[in-house]
């Protein structure tokens, strides 16, 4: 899953990043409305955590024209007023969730699994196909009741792939909601992990379950 924070103070937007990528997120970050616009329209997040008060463009004109732009990603709005009048005017632009700082980050974290679950967007935290099972709550991989120690990349890049069992996954779908944007389209990151994930989940005496379709993409299935 990726994420876009848009947050001024460098400090902050730092910790946030790290904290979520400890939670298996791709992240990008921005400082800026305008820059944080432009990430938003040109990139396929899967929510965004907008401040309030940026420089350039402040978050309701960020969220105004993303929903304008037909952008329909969750938006969480961030900011350090609690006036109802306030929240009741991010609601009429289009935000999703207002948090007042300061906050701990474990609510954030609940909010933001509890709009990625949402009905339309996600619904569902525990995946399975054949005797592969994975978690995201408890960040945990199983085969055949085996646990298997997954890097955070190579977590998010199988849950991505579980999310889509069956399906084609186009290597830029992959780059869109695995990836942050410091990846090249020219990097074999892609390839060297799921070369890595096959050796851990295609071991030689299970069935193959992910597979490489040339010239189109990657999926987990029991046969191409």
């Not at 979520?20 to 970050?29: I, N, Q, R, W, Y």
């Not at 069992?165 to 695995?178: E, F, K, Y």
Request: hydrophobic share 40%; aromatic share 8%; with cysteine.
């Amino acid at each position: 899953m990726r994420i876009l924070i848009v947050e001024d103070n460098q400090d902050f937007r730092r910790f946030l990043k790290i904290r979520l990528e400890e939670h298996c997120f791709a992240v990008d970050t921005a400082a800026t409305g305008d820059l944080g616009l432009a990430r938003a329209e040109e990139n396929q997040y899967d929510l965004v955590l907008l401040d309030y008060d940026l420089p350039v463009l402040n978050g309701y004109e960020v969220c105004l024209k993303l929903r304008e732009n037909a952008r329909q990603m969750p938006i969480i709005m961030i900011s350090g007023t609690s006036d109802v009048r306030h929240k009741v005017e991010g609601f009429n632009l289009g935000i999703d969730d207002y948090l007042v700082k300061p906050f701990f980050f474990e609510e954030l974290l609940a909010r933001i699994n509890a709009l990625i679950r949402r009905p339309g967007i996600q619904n569902a935290t525990q995946f399975s196909f054949e005797d592969l099972s994975l978690d995201t709550a408890k960040q945990t991989v199983r085969r055949g009741g085996v646990p298997i120690y997954l890097t955070r990349k190579e977590f998010t890049l199988l849950e991505h792939l579980m999310r889509n069992s069956g399906n084609v996954v186009p290597r830029g779908d992959i780059l869109d909601h695995v990836w942050n944007s410091d990846l090249s389209v020219f990097s074999n990151a892609i390839e060297t992990h799921i070369m890595n994930l096959r050796k851990k989940i295609d071991t030689p005496k299970k069935r193959k379950l992910i597979h490489s379709i040339p010239g189109r993409g990657y999926k987990i299935d029991i046969r191409k």
